[in-house]
């Protein structure tokens, strides 16, 4: 037994070894895949067995779920029959058609049902004839039911209860219901016998999965275990042999592995390596200190002029370094016959007097080493050669080395150093490389301080020369002055004996003259004291007369404003409400009512022009009307007016021309603006009263240097008689309720007025039936105030009481608005610098552009519309409208969003004007090359015509769909699917746009928009971010300050993306398809900057709270109101979230000035924009608003455009 034991353990053991030397030949590789095949055999065998358990059990299930719906069936054929019969009772008992509907689908239903059981039955034959039996029966019981409802129909429901022509349905009812029963219990049977198996299918396929996955898991643990002993421990062992090298500890090495397998190839090689490492940095450790030491010396002696200084700095840093107890530094002195070498510092030196501290070429060891220019090193000194003494005693060195310190072959200095142990090739290296920088340094010290020895002589005589300038100078100045003193003495003499000569003869016939005069003098002195005391009578009068007109003149502007405000606050709802109904957003008026409500829009407006009127007429009475004198080119009015009226002459088939005398000066001084609005008021009334004939302007100039504009027409006339009265306001010609031309009677008392301000008059002549002649006379250069209002000379007149309004715009500053034709590249200017307005004409104009150019928004709007430019430059900082408000409406029409805008502004809010849609923006004050860079952009994005948009999405389908959303005839759409791709495409190709999603494979798109942003050549490209992350707050922020918009995908974001790529690659609208067409205007529909805000209307006015409201609906705003100021602030107080507020001024109980006050006061509310809506147009008006905290000021009647456009540009703020 003992034999037999020993023998089976040496047979374990051998199998043991072979085990484990089968191992170590086997390849990593092939040990883990036998291990997971191993592992796969086992989970595949207990899948296999799980799988056939559980189809077993989803076919039982199957079959209990068909018994299931047999016994339904059945059922509900009884059910049916059931409720037919209790519908026929009912029927029988009282007579309605509506019970009677269970019976009527009884029998439609009993089919199915019955059929249904038939096709669920197929495979039983025992239920197949069961339900062969059943099927007449059910028939037989339908039709009893039948033949008595047809009883009850005709004889009633007594004879439907006792006639004994129907059959008895209780025995056909009690066999259906026994025949039901026989198959439901069958099916029970069934469905006992397949729960059964069901039960058995899924216990058989749990104890599969509670007993095979535990055995798969204890097969896996053992390939684990082998595994981890063959490959984990070993290659832990590496690991922690690698760590110990990273630390610093070049000793650590593995244990040698007698193994084939890569463990075994790795140990060796992980050797290896470790001992070629430990070379390579002991000798980067030895060049690593040469370098440091010789850059630390380069910096120790950088910058020193001093020979001694820098010997001194390297003998006691080098003496150390190299282990060095004794040193000295000698220098050459080529200066002398004979060249020697000098002792200059020393390093624990000591003088010997038998010791010379200079030597000779080729005397001692330092100058035989200048002489040999060669290193000179001695080992085993002997004993009595030098002594290195300290404090404590003194003993021999055992190496000596002297070293040569050359510069271009030429000995400059010699090193002698002494250490008691042996200098190591290092060391010497290091003095070696060391006495190179040392010669270029001695040079470059001898070189400087020969240099300041000459500039300090060329200093010297540089001085005395200059003084010597100096003073021949001063001798040539006061040589001259004294000539032209000479000079001028005698010029004054011959002067003063002229004047002398003259004196005397005046002298003696003035005094002749004076005795007459003062006899003279006498009388008129008498008359002069009587009519002083009637000049006081009458200033005294006038005093109180000009008390009267002031109180009167106060009066009548208070009556102005209260009446502006009266009438502009009807008009104001009036207006807007016309707006509304004549835009048809919801397309429910007739084209009739639309006109209707065009007609009242453009009545509103007429009226408008009216109130305009009175109070420019009651301005210029008052006053209060300012002029703005500036140089004013004759041809450019004369081209503006031929513009303005050449249109109106044609329509009425009359001559019109203008004449200008060549005498007359090309450029006077006046006021443009108001001269314009009198000759084109002129030029309106003659046109409008001459039916047929010429209308003719003359200009020239008068003998005393005055200009004249004769403006003469063929029209009726004006009686002699009428010829002052038109000049009166609210007077006509014709003032009787028959007249033929209407109009106000204004203009001509307006005109009158503002001839008189600009220092001129108005003349007319005229006869009826032959014509008038209305002659405006100014000065070349306009006065501010020349007095009383000049009387108005007569001769015959025509007039015009209302001036008509040119289709055309005045030019304020001269530009090419005359010469535009349909092929010229327009380039419109909105800016109030008139001088920078001219710099960029002159600029732009070179670059073959025809140029428009505005000084206020409302007339660069009015450009914009009329000549749609290709190109627009803008100011921020315009008089009557915030340049932000004119980029919103331009980016909001869609004529004219396409246009691209470039701002011109002193503020830095770049990002903001790219995310409003302007293609670049220019910060004030701008260079030439500024300038000539732009207008280069300006040509590149004309000329073309194809702009290029990147859609930068990982997804394929989505950025397909993205690029047929946007279509290919305008616009090449590029996709990239990765960071990489778009780096590269943004890169090599001129991108105009990019659509990015955020989610890409191989960079977050934070950090792509990032990178993009900060690459000056991309920073211009907008960025849409169109992705459907929810983002947080940080995120937000993050993307709103780099991207132009952010658009998160939802059901509307495919008609958002396509809004805003037409922005930014400037995309005319009415050029695209029809459905994108379609789609942009329902998206404009619904603006996002102002949807779903809350707006507070604050006014007393319940007309323009309404038509307000319903404006500002339109665009799903929601509208708060207050009908006065306290119960304004009461509703910011309960609802702070309100968005904007919509201030009227005057309310009672508090006015807006006061409720704007008291809101500010809430440092809530500090922020919170404020629009003030005004019916007052009087000067001063706004800057009161402003003052007292109102962020923008808009006047009434209101323009809903400009309302709309501030509420956006203060909400995106």
């Known amino acids: 037994m003992y034999r037999f034991c020993c023998a089976l353990d040496n047979h374990h053991r051998t199998h043991d070894r072979y085990e484990s030397e089968m191992l170590k030949r086997l390849r990593i590789g092939t040990k883990i895949g036998a291990t997971f095949g191993i592992g796969l055999a086992v989970f595949a065998a207990i899948g296999f067995i799980s799988y056939r358990g559980t189809r077993q059990l989803i076919d039982t299930s199957e079959s209990v779920a068909h018994t299931y719906r047999v016994l339904d069936e059945l059922d509900g054929i009884y059910s049916v029959i059931k409720d037919a019969e209790s519908a026929q009772r009912g029927y029988l008992l009282r007579p309605d058609l509506q019970s009677l509907a269970p019976y009527n689908t009884a029998r439609s239903v009993l089919d199915q049902r019955v059929a249904s059981v038939r096709q669920l039955t197929s495979d039983n034959p025992a239920q197949q004839r069961s339900l062969e039996q059943l099927k007449p029966l059910i028939d037989q019981r339908m039709s009893i039911m039948e033949q008595r409802l047809k009883v009850r129909d ?301 500039l300090q002589e ?301 220092g001129g008059s108005i003349q007319v002549s005229s006869e009826v039936d032959q014509g008038s002649t209305f002659t405006l006379y100014l000065p070349q250069i306009a006065v501010s105030d020349p007095g009383s209002v000049a009387p108005v000379t007569t001769s015959s007149v025509p007039v015009a009481p209302r001036p008509l309004v040119p289709p055309n715009l005045p030019s304020e500053v001269p530009d090419d608005r005359a010469s535009i034709h349909q092929s010229d590249r327009v380039l419109l200017i909105i800016e109030d610098d008139v001088n920078f307005v001219r710099i960029l004409t002159d600029i732009a104009r070179q670059q073959g552009f025809k140029v428009l150019s505005a000084l206020r928004s409302q007339t660069g709007l009015a450009l914009a519309q009329q000549f749609k430019p290709r190109a627009i430059l803008l100011d921020l900082h315009l008089p009557d409208m915030d340049g932000w408000t004119v980029l919103d409406r331009l980016k909001h029409d869609p004529e004219l969003r396409h246009i691209p805008v470039h701002i011109l502004s002193s503020d830095d809010q770049k990002q903001r004007g790219l995310q409003l849609g302007a293609i670049a923006y220019l910060q004030k004050p701008v260079s030439s090359d500024d300038l000539n860079q732009l207008f280069d952009e300006i040509q590149t994005f004309i000329d073309r015509r194809v702009k290029n948009l990147l859609v930068i999405e990982d997804d394929q389908v989505q950025a397909q769909s993205i690029i047929d959303l946007i279509g290919n005839g305008d616009v090449k759409s590029i996709a990239a699917y990765t960071a990489k791709d778009a780096l590269k495409t943004l890169q090599s190709q001129q991108i105009d746009c990019v659509v990015m999603d955020l989610g890409l494979p191989d960079m977050s798109g934070f950090d792509l928009i990032e990178q993009i942003k900060q690459d000056e050549a991309l920073s211009k490209i907008p960025i849409i971010i169109y992705t459907g992350k929810e983002l947080t707050r940080p995120e937000e922020t993050q993307l709103k300050r780099l991207a132009e918009t952010i658009i998160i995908k939802d059901v509307r974001s495919p008609e958002r993306l396509l809004d805003e790529t037409a922005l930014f690659l400037h995309r005319i609208q009415a050029n695209l398809p029809k459905p994108k067409r379609q789609i942009l205007e329902d998206l404009h529909q619904v603006d996002s900057v102002l949807a779903n805000k809350k707006v507070l209307i604050v006014d007393d006015d319940v007309r323009n709270i309404f038509a307000l409201t319903s404006l500002l609906e339109r665009h799903q705003m929601e509208v708060l109101y207050a009908e006065n100021g306290r119960e304004g602030i009461e509703a910011l107080k309960a609802n702070p979230d309100i968005n904007a507020v919509l201030m009227d001024i005057m309310m009672p109980e508090m006015d807006g000035y006061e409720t704007t006050r008291s809101v500010r006061q809430q440092q809530q509310f500090r922020s919170l924009p404020i629009i003030a809506l005004t019916a007052k147009a009087m000067q001063g008006d706004r800057e009161k608003c402003i003052e007292a905290g109102a962020s923008d000021y808009i006047t009434k009647p209101v323009d809903t455009e400009q309302l709309l456009s501030l509420l956006r540009v203060w909400l995106y703020r």
């Open 458 to 758: 060329s200093q010297s005589l540089a001085e005395e020369l200059q003084s010597q300038q100096e003073e021949l100078h001063q001798s040539n100045r006061q040589l001259q002055e004294q000539a032209r003193a000479l000079e001028e003495s005698e010029l004054r003499l011959q002067e003063q004996q002229e004047e002398l000569k003259v004196s005397n003869e005046e002298l003696q016939q003035l005094n002749e003259e004076l005795e007459e005069k003062a006899e003279l003098l006498a009388a008129q002195k008498r008359e002069v004291e009587q009519k002083n005391d009637e000049i006081d009578q009458a200033m005294l009068a006038l005093r109180e007369k000009a008390e009267q007109l002031e109180i009167s003149s106060r009066y009548k502007s208070e009556f102005l404003a209260n009446m502006s405000h009266e009438l502009r606050t009807p008009l104001n709802s009036l207006l807007i409400l016309a707006k509304i109904l004549s835009d048809n957003a919801e397309h429910n008026l007739t084209e009739k009512q639309v006109e209707y409500s065009r007609t009242i829009y453009s009545s509103g407006n007429d009226l408008l022009n009216l109130i305009n009127d009175i109070l420019d007429l009651a301005k210029i009475e008052s006053g209060t009307i300012t002029l703005d004198v500036e140089p004013l080119n004759l041809t450019d009015l004369q081209m503006n007016l031929d513009r303005s009226f050449r249109q109106i002459a044609s329509g009425k088939g009359l001559d019109f021309s203008i004449e200008r005398d060549p005498q007359t000066p090309e450029v006077i001084s006046t006021d443009s603006k108001r001269l314009q609005q009198i000759l084109k008021n002129l030029l309106a009334n003659a046109f409008k009263f001459t039916e047929q004939g010429s209308v003719t302007v003359q200009i020239g100039s008068t003998p005393d240097q005055k200009i004249f504009f004769a403006v003469k027409d063929t029209g009726i006339g004006i009686p002699r008689e009428k010829q002052q009265l038109i000049f009166e306001a609210f007077q006509q010609v014709d003032g009787t309720t028959s007249r033929k031309y209407g109009g106000t009677g204004l203009g001509l008392s307006i005109s009158r007025e503002l001839a008189h301000r600009l």
């Open 154 to 454: 005709t004889q009633g429901f007594q004879a439907s209860i006792r006639t004994d022509s129907i059959p008895n349905a209780i025995p056909v009812m009690k066999q259906i219901e026994s025949i039901i029963t026989q198959m439901k219990g069958r099916e029970q049977i069934l469905l006992d016998q397949r729960s059964n198996a069901a039960s058995l299918a899924g216990q058989n396929t749990l104890n599969s999965l509670l007993y095979g996955i535990p055995l798969g898991f204890a097969v896996l643990a053992v390939l684990a275990f082998l595994l981890n002993r063959h490959i984990s421990k070993p290659l832990d062992r590496v690991s922690q042999t690698a760590e110990r090298i990273a630390d610093g500890d070049l000793s650590a090495q593995l244990p040698a592995l007698d193994r084939q397998d890569e463990v075994g190839i790795l140990t060796r090689s992980f050797n290896q390596m470790v001992e070629n490492l430990r070379v390579s940095l002991e000798k980067s450790d030895r060049q690593s200190w040469l370098q440091t030491n010789l850059a630390e010396f380069g910096h120790l002696i950088q910058g020193e002029r001093s020979l001694e200084t820098v010997s001194r700095l390297m003998l006691s840093h080098l003496a150390p370094l190299v282990g060095a107890q004794y040193g000295a530094f000698y220098v050459m002195d080529a200066e002398q016959s004979a060249p020697v070498l000098k002792l200059l510092s020393s390093y624990a030196f000591q003088e010997r007097k038998q010791l010379s501290n200079q030597f000779h070429l080729g005397e001692g060891l330092v100058g035989q080493c200048a002489l040999e220019k060669q290193r000179i090193l001695l080992t085993h000194v002997p004993s009595d050669y030098i002594r290195i003494r300290s404090g404590l005693g003194e003993a021999a060195p055992l190496n000596v080395i002297v070293l040569p310190v050359l510069f271009e072959n030429d000995v400059v200095s010699v090193i002698e150093l002494a250490s008691f142990q042996a200098f190591t090739e290092l060391q010497i290296t290091l003095l070696d490389r060391l006495a190179q920088t040392i010669g270029v340094v001695l040079r470059a010290i001898a070189a400087d301080a020969k240099t300041q020895q000459l």
